[in-house]
């Protein structure tokens, strides 16, 4: 069984720029969830969504990312425009909502955005 | 609110000698505990999870964990470290009002021969 894919697995892009970053979950998981790694900092959960409604984005820095998850299929998270402090590693996790809260995340390799 | 502290940064062993990782944890109402790990170029993968039944928690690798109510504790230890422990290692808590994982900020763990 294929795991939690994300791409591109490293994004060079400059201030002001446009960037979309790819998660594709196990198949059969309701549950996404998106996480972001600042370099020094602890990892920090963004938002997730059940299927395609967003259940939770509390953690969303502000309005300049927009995340979707149209079909309850794949997501994106897409950062318009682009700033220095949305440098970071991203990750997206993945869990099928049978077990409660309780349900084990599956988590993907990451996507390194760096903003110049 | 609810919060995990990993006392270590860092955590440097010889091969063969035991791992103790150390994970102090803030929650008003009984968490989920969970020890991640994150090998170089590979993504968080679950070592082991508590979820208020047995306080001795086994998980892969030969890893384990104990639930120390009293001393707010869920420290991860292995008997004898191997080269390919070598990773960053994240203790994290699940509040029991959300889905959302909440993290330490990772013990690196170097592993020598």
């Known amino acids: 069984e294929a795991g939690v894919t994300q791409f591109p697995s490293h994004s060079v892009i400059e201030k002001g720029q446009t960037v979309t970053l790819r998660c594709d979950p196990i198949?059969?998981?309701?549950?996404l969830y998106w996480y972001r790694r600042v370099m020094g900092k602890e990892i920090k959960f963004l938002l997730h969504f059940v299927k395609e409604s967003k259940q939770d984005e509390s953690g969303m820095p502000n309005n300049r990312f927009l995340a979707e998850r149209t079909g309850g299929t794949y997501s994106t998270l897409k950062v318009q425009p682009a700033e220095l402090e949305d440098s970071g590693v991203y990750f997206c996790?993945?869990?099928?909502?049978?077990?409660?809260?309780?349900?084990?995340?599956?988590f993907g390799p990451g996507t390194r955005l760096t903003v110049l | 609110a609810q919060s995990v502290t990993q006392l270590d940064s860092h955590v440097s062993v010889s091969e063969g000698t035991p791992v103790l990782l150390r994970c102090n944890y803030s929650?008003?109402?009984?968490?989920?505990l969970f020890w991640y790990v994150q090998h170089p170029n590979k993504g968080l993968q679950l070592l082991l999870k508590y979820t208020s039944a047995a306080t001795l928690v086994k998980g892969i690798n030969g890893f384990e964990a104990e639930f120390k109510k009293s001393e707010t504790s869920f420290h991860l230890t292995k008997p004898s470290a191997h080269m390919s422990d070598a990773a960053e290692y994240f203790c994290v808590v699940s509040p029991w009002d959300t889905d959302k994982l909440i993290f330490g900020t990772g013990t690196r763990l170097q592993v020598f021969p």
């Open positions: 996790a993945s869990s099928p909502g049978t077990s409660g809260r309780a349900d084990t995340q599956y």
């Open positions: 198949s059969g998981h309701d549950n």
């Open positions: 929650s008003s109402y009984s968490p989920s």
